[in-house]
């Protein structure tokens, strides 16, 4: 009998470490495409994925925007939803009791209309039991400052990063927005003002006009564009943001395949967050986890860490 | 609660009328639990293709004993018009059963009314009060090509009646007319149930709350995810600030929750 060599097949290493957080792989559910968490559930094996990041919440409840909220662009969507949710509140009496059995790691993200607001919420946050951390969304206006994004100033960016800090001592994930010139600016001055992680990129502001009505396709005129489109931008800024700073960095834009994620998680994100995708197909995140784990196997890559390209 | 979401196979795609279609898939898991008035999100595209990106949300029109669903649809767009050369034997995925549908209630003459291809909510909700209960049957369109499908509803009460604006159909007028002559005979308590154009509805929502009688409608918006992630399906509430959204808490509501001022 001829003795076939079959090489041990290995089992890979994709658990990852954000800010002291211990994850079990490196697959989020990103923030406003998840819901509070449990509208996925039976959809979506909640247990497997890395971790869930609940939708942004306020200080207070937000209605959010007038309809038309939503227009469908050549492989992306455009959302003016206007960052409605039920308040910090709401979610901490009436569904954070709800996800108390899931075992994935619970991250929320968080809005505010100045540092004020986001430093009451982080401290809200810090006693609640179950959440692991805080996602930071800093491409809200700055009421105070007549409206500018925080995230499109450095120095803003900065002192929200320190209120957030102060307030709590769980990891900090700042979510930067790509609608700025020099994202390596915005990144190192978040990071050296004491964030944990950076997630990126959030939406890209754009519009739409419909042409029969003659008026701008959205509600809000402009709105964020998210999806395959802006797969490329989200990825060429994930690269600069890494080769920025020491913090680890947490892909997002555009990911709906395994492909898409490996490129993220080459490029030298720690991790990923599946957005939109989600919408469309539930099930994406399980199906890009087990494509990773698929694609390690095939090519005998150990660790998830050793898929990051060296340049 | 947030339904499945399974591969099914193309069983029928049945050209109706110049752009109206019918698609059969097969899917048990859907079928077994849809309620009248529910919806499906379908794949559109082939080959995982990213453009269109979204599904499409579509009313369920027929159940069959034998694990099948059928959509009635008009192919408008881009996304429908991909979904129109889908073939048998070809596989989608569908996600449902979506949203909440009617509300039935028997002890009453049940008067639906349904314009255009906004009948396609209405069928299941027919043969429902079909079983114990008195039914009207209201379908107003355009012309006789816009509803290929009405047989499915005259054959089910004989208080059925059909008005076309071209008279290619049945009598030639408009469907509010016909309601109006309709609140007139009846006696008893009555309720509507109706889907179809907003200004249709609209109409029918003022013509019947002057008279007190409660009325149910099934809305559409534009939608990403059917399940309540993205909060698009915004509408405006009736009485406040805030939104209804037609996925979740819909996509039938009661007519007063809905604030029917704006334009759509």
């Keep these: 009998m001829i003795n076939q060599k079959k090489s041990t097949p290995i089992s890979p290493d994709l658990s990852i470490s954000i800010g002291g957080l211990g994850l079990k792989n490196p697959v989020l559910l990103a923030s406003g495409t998840c819901g509070y968490g449990m509208e996925l559930d039976d959809l979506l094996d909640l247990d497997q994925i890395g971790g869930i990041i609940i939708k942004g919440l306020s200080i207070r409840p937000r209605p959010g925007n007038s309809p038309p909220r939503l227009v469908e662009t050549p492989c992306g969507l455009l959302n003016s939803i206007g960052l409605e949710n039920m308040g910090i509140e709401a979610f901490l009496r009436d569904k954070l009791p709800l996800l108390r059995n899931i075992k994935t790691p619970l991250i929320v993200n968080i809005l505010g209309n100045s540092v004020e607001e986001y430093f009451e919420m982080a401290r809200r946050l810090d006693g609640a039991e179950g959440i692991k951390a805080i996602e930071v969304n800093i491409s809200c206006p700055n009421v105070k400052a007549g409206g500018i994004a925080f995230g499109t100033d450095p120095e803003t960016a900065a002192s929200v990063t320190h209120a957030v800090k102060k307030a709590t001592g769980l990891p900090i994930i700042i979510k930067l927005t790509p609608n700025v010139t020099d994202i390596t600016e915005i990144a190192r001055k978040v990071a050296s003002a004491g964030a944990d992680a950076i997630s990126l990129i959030n939406t890209l502001l754009g519009m739409a006009i419909d042409i029969k009505f003659r008026r701008p396709a959205l509600a809000n005129v402009f709105g964020g564009l998210s999806g395959p489109a802006i797969k490329p931008v989200a990825l060429r800024m994930v690269w600069q943001v890494v080769r920025a700073v020491d913090i680890p960095v947490i892909g997002i834009g555009g990911i709906s395949t395994p492909d898409d994620a490996l490129e993220f998680l080459m490029a030298g994100a720690r991790a990923v967050e599946i957005g939109t995708a989600t919408l469309i197909r539930p099930g994406t995140a399980e199906e890009v986890l087990t494509g990773i784990r698929d694609y390690m196997k095939t090519n005998n890559v150990q660790n998830v860490k050793n898929l990051r390209l060296p340049a | ?264």
């Design chain 2, 1 to 264: 609660m947030p339904g499945f979401d399974i591969p099914a196979n193309i069983v029928e795609q049945t050209r109706l009328a110049h752009s109206i279609f019918l698609l059969t898939v097969d899917a048990p898991a859907i079928m077994d639990s849809t309620d009248p008035g529910q919806f499906c999100m379908l794949e559109v595209q082939e080959n995982n293709s990213k453009d269109p990106l979204l599904r499409r949300p579509l009313s369920i029109y027929k159940t069959g004993s034998n694990g099948q669903i059928s959509f009635l649809y008009k192919a408008v767009g881009k996304g429908t018009r991909l979904l129109s050369k889908r073939r048998p034997g070809e596989i989608i995925r569908v996600l449902g059963p979506l949203g909440q549908g009617f509300r039935l209630i028997h002890d009453c003459t049940s008067i639906l009314v349904g314009g255009g291809l906004g009948i396609a909510s209405l069928l299941l909700l027919a043969q429902g009060i079909k079983q114990s209960g008195r039914l009207i049957i209201l379908i107003g369109a355009k012309n006789a090509a816009e509803i290929p499908t009405v047989e499915d509803f005259s054959r089910l009460t004989r208080y059925f009646h059909v008005v076309t604006e071209d008279g290619s159909l049945g009598q030639r007028g408009m469907i509010t007319d016909l309601l109006d002559q309709t609140l007139q005979e009846i006696t008893g308590t009555a309720r509507i149930y109706t889907c179809g154009p907003w200004s249709m509805m609209k109409a029918v929502y003022h013509m019947v709350s002057k008279r007190n009688i409660p009325c149910q409608v099934s809305l559409e918006a534009a939608m990403a995810c059917g399940i309540g992630l993205c909060l698009g399906c915004a509408i405006p509430k009736s009485n406040s600030r805030g939104f209804l959204h037609v996925c979740q808490e819909g996509p039938v509501f009661d007519a007063d929750q809905v604030h029917w001022g704006q334009n759509s």
